[in-house]
T-cell receptor
Framework: GAVVSQHPSRVICKSGTSVKIECRSL??????MFWYRQFPKQSLMLMAT?????????EQGVEKDKFLINHASLTLSTLTVTSAHPEDSSFYIC?????????????FGQGTRLTVV | SQQGEEDPQALSIQEGENATMNCSYK?????LQWYRQNSGRGLVHLIL?????REKHSGRLRVTLDTSKKSSSLLITASRAADTASYFC??????????????FGKGTHLIIQP
């Protein structure tokens, strides 16, 4: 099946710094990628939809200036957590679809565990 | 918004037994997908069932979909210790045309006792 690679798998950063997470589709092109967030023992919540060549669409309650998304190519989307705080510590997961229409599975990256100290 | 609701939230069974998890959702969907997540790791896609399908099989997995009740079930037969994980249903809404992200349920944490 299609592969989505996410990097880094875990990162620890100091409060106030910014962290960039990369999501790559390795063997297919993805015009749309999705970013999710998961708190411990909870489900995944969609944060934003990343569109190649245009601005990302953010879900209600997600600060676009806090979570910067760039989708510069058909195989790469990045999520930057700016001025990170301990409450931003979470598991971030990206996904992409290899489009054949609406009824296709979504492929997920391995996730990035962010810890802000 | 979170629309999928799984039950039970936690399930512990003996190895070899069957495990059944249920999921309910609220909106019209194109498809419903089941995923597995091992602790602290990414998601593994298990099976996708389209809105016009009622049942689907894949190995030891059996998924049903009842669009009139807006519910789905995942059955894992002859469970193994390696099946211990969290299982999530996720829906793709029909209004999205494939461009929307998935809406995940809260998940069922399955423990298989050896």
């Amino acid at each position: 099946g299609a592969v989505v690679s996410q990097h880094p798998s875990r990162v620890i950063c100091k409060s106030g710094t910014s962290v960039k997470i990369e999501c790559r589709s390795l063997d297919f092109q993805a015009t749309t990628m999705f970013w999710y967030r998961q708190f411990p023992k909870q489900s995944l919540m969609l944060m934003a939809t990343s569109n190649e060549g245009s601005k990302a669409t953010y879900e209600q309650g997600v600060e676009k200036d806090k979570f910067l998304i760039n989708h510069a190519s058909l195989t790469l989307s990045t999520l930057t957590v700016t001025s990170a705080h301990p409450e931003d510590s979470s598991f971030y997961i990206c996904s992409a679809r290899d489009y054949e229409g609406a009824n296709t599975e979504a492929f997920f990256g391995q996730g990035t565990r962010l810890t802000v100290v | 918004s979170q629309q999928g609701e799984e039950d039970p939230q936690a399930l512990s069974i003996q190895e070899g037994e069957n495990a059944t998890m249920n999921c309910s959702y609220k909106t019209s969907i194109n498809n419903l997908q089941w995923y597995r997540q091992n602790s602290g790791r990414g998601l593994v896609h298990l099976i996708l069932i389209r809105s016009n399908e009622r049942e689907k099989h894949s190995g030891r997995l059996r998924v049903t979909l009842d669009t009139s009740k807006k519910s789905s079930s995942l059955l894992i037969t002859a469970s193994r210790a390696a099946d211990t994980a969290s299982y999530f249903c996720a829906t793709a809404e029909s209004s999205g045309g494939g461009a929307d992200g998935l809406t995940f349920g809260k998940g069922t944490h399955l423990i298989i006792q050896p």
